[in-house]
């Protein structure tokens, strides 16, 4: 069914093509036809960061940035799905044409920088939905807001989504918001995490209700650059890290069609190095709860995740490419 639906979407501009299914997946879901689409859910608990998960399989950030869709999506099959990126204020992002299909490849190019309609938006889309799943909620920074300011948008963003969220997300990670990435180095790492930490335990007894932080990271960085990292985050208290968002690379992809447009990888392969940074987290942080997310289009490649040393996996470009089905796919290869 879905080879059919794909083959009409791929006609489209991959945004409207985005649009659309988002749009279809509500239909689908309102009408109750959920499990036709991604089969039975899969039932396989697992309790982390406090959190109980119906299964490992998440839905990554990205592709419901402002939480309209909840509904649609959470009725695939997931054991937990995150929203964003949100900023403190709405933006429109970068100008179009900003995502391009490698389909040889299985990988997407992404430069959308952050385009969201505002943290009071997204949070009144929560309260909206239907969802009862496990949430996370990804946070960024306003691109008009100077790096060095960064915290303020975190801050903001940290406040206004604690009430909604399971978990929330700092995203310092997306190749698409100029200088986001130096801070997840040195000093501007330590101060950032910091200050969110003291205030998100602050939320925590002010609302008697504990939200996990995690962090998502790059892909893009030599073994002392994650040991750096990995330090901070455990310094820091911080309860997740998710590995990893997009790389700048473009060596698996060479010669194809769009592979010299800017902007974020994803997909395929993004696979193996995705996989070498949550290996060596894993040697580092043996406390802290791992998310792997790159190039998990199969049952097999979610293996992969978990063998690395991934806690739980979540899915995006693979969901372009192999449809709802792939969901219980891969959380039925976890269980197995």
């Known amino acids: 069914m879905y080879a059919t639906a794909r083959a009409l979407l791929f006609r489209l501009d991959p945004e409207r093509a985005h649009a659309v299914a988002l749009g279809g997946l509500d239909a689908v879901g309102r009408l109750g036809l ?45 054991g937990f799905v995150e929203v964003g990126t949100v900023t403190p204020r709405a ?75 399971h978990y929330i997300t700092v995203n310092i990670s997306s190749p698409n918001t100029p200088g986001l990435r130096s801070l997840q180095f040195g000093e501007q790492l330590n101060a950032l995490l910091s200050a969110l930490r003291e205030e998100s335990r602050r939320l925590d007894g002010e609302k008697e209700k504990a939200v996990p932080l995690a962090v998502k990271i790059a892909p893009d960085m030599s073994e002392p650059e994650i040991d750096l990292i990995a330090d901070c985050l455990r310094d820091c208290a911080i309860d997740a890290v998710i590995a990893t968002n997009t790389t700048l690379s473009r060596e698996a992809v060479a010669g194809a ?55 739980l996996v979540q899915l995006y470009s693979g969901l372009i490419y192999r449809g709802p089905a792939l969901t219980g796919e891969c959380a039925r290869a976890l269980v197995e």
């Open 257 to 311: 069609a769009h592979a010299e447009e800017s902007g974020g990888l994803s997909g395929r392969p993004l696979r193996e190095a995705s996989n070498g940074v949550i290996a060596r987290l894993r040697q580092r942080l043996p406390e802290i709860a791992i998310i792997g997310a790159g190039g998990v289009d199969s049952g097999e490649a979610a293996l992969e995740k978990r063998r690395a040393g991934a806690d």
């Open 34 to 78: 959920a499990q036709r689409l991604a089969g039975a859910p899969v039932s396989d608990p697992v309790t982390l960061m406090g959190l109980a998960f119906e299964n490992r399989v998440g839905l990554a950030a990205g592709l419901d940035k402002n939480a309209e869709h909840l509904d649609g999506l959470g009725a695939l099959g997931f």
């Open 91 to 165: 933006q429109s992002g970068n100008p179009r044409p900003r995502l391009f299909r490698l389909p040889e490849h299985g990988a997407l190019i992404n430069r959308m920088g952050f385009n969201n309609h505002g943290v009071e938006a997204l949070v009144a889309n929560v309260a909206r939905s239907r969802y009862a799943g496990v949430l996370g909620i990804n946070i960024g920074k306003n691109l008009t807001t100077p790096v060095e300011r960064a915290l303020d948008d975190y801050l903001i963003c940290l406040r206004a989504v604690h009430a909604s969220a």
